[in-house]
């Protein structure tokens, strides 16, 4: 297994372009998240996925939109990058069932900048 | 409302105990986790704990939770230089949501 694999590690974008971080797992994971991580704000959450074709916002969703089309996938669509969205990316998946619902697994992160 | 404190930056001795606490704001949480993260990389599950029980001891670990203060801590016994990193306390819900608090940054001295 792969794990949880993002796409790209690094980016740089101008203000106003937009792009699609990639965020995939191959374990057949039913839940899947989006976090970026500032400085002395810890890890917050952007927006979530239960299942395919589900997603809900999470506590800082303006500027950011997800779909899931499949299990597998979920990517995150910047739609017209601000300065304030420069951080670090995190995409995190778990399954849903028995015991093994309390491992998340998160991806090796995206640090994005934009100037 | 869903909010998660906890201070910012804790510094011990190698071989003293650590302990890193946890104020949460939502009695509806159903789990309540601590994560580890070491420079540049993501976070590791440490250890977590059902909101129905009130200590959870696993090897240099030991988590309580106080329901009534909606206090969570992490002791580490016997803290060790390779301890030093990111420690997140996070709660989960029952509709798949996990918020994280801000992080305390545990320095340990040699």
């Known amino acids: 297994n792969a794990g949880v694999t993002q796409t790209p590690k690094f980016q740089v974008l101008k203000t106003g372009q937009s792009m699609t971080l990639q965020c995939a797992q191959d374990?057949?994971?039913?839940?899947m998240s989006w976090y970026r991580q500032d400085p002395g704000m810890g890890l917050r959450l952007i927006h979530y996925?239960?299942?395919?074709?589900?997603?809900d916002q999470g506590e800082v969703p303006n500027g950011y939109n997800v779909s899931r089309s499949t299990t597998e996938d979920f990517p995150l669509r910047l739609l017209s990058a601000a300065p304030s969205q420069t951080s670090v990316y995190f995409c995190?998946?778990?399954?849903?069932?028995?015991?093994?619902?309390?491992?998340?697994?998160f991806g090796p992160g995206t640090r994005l900048t934009v100037t | 409302g869903e909010d998660v404190e906890q201070s910012l930056f804790l510094s011990v001795r190698e071989g003293d105990s650590s302990v890193i606490n946890c104020t949460y704001t939502d009695s509806s949480s159903t789990y309540l986790y601590w994560y580890k993260q070491e420079p540049g990389a993501g976070l590791q599950l440490l250890t977590y704990i059902f909101s129905n029980m009130d200590m959870k001891q696993d090897q240099r670990l030991t988590v309580l939770l106080n329901k009534k203060d909606k206090h969570l801590s992490l002791r580490i016994a016997d803290t060790q230089t390779g301890d030093s990193a990111i420690y997140f306390c996070a709660e989960s819900y029952n509709t798949g949501k996990l918020i994280f608090g801000q992080g305390t940054t545990l320095q340990v001295k040699p």
């Open positions: 996925s239960v299942g395919a074709g589900i997603t």
């Open positions: 995190a998946s778990r399954t849903g069932r028995g015991g093994g619902r309390h491992e998340q697994y």
């Open positions: 374990m057949n994971h039913e839940y």
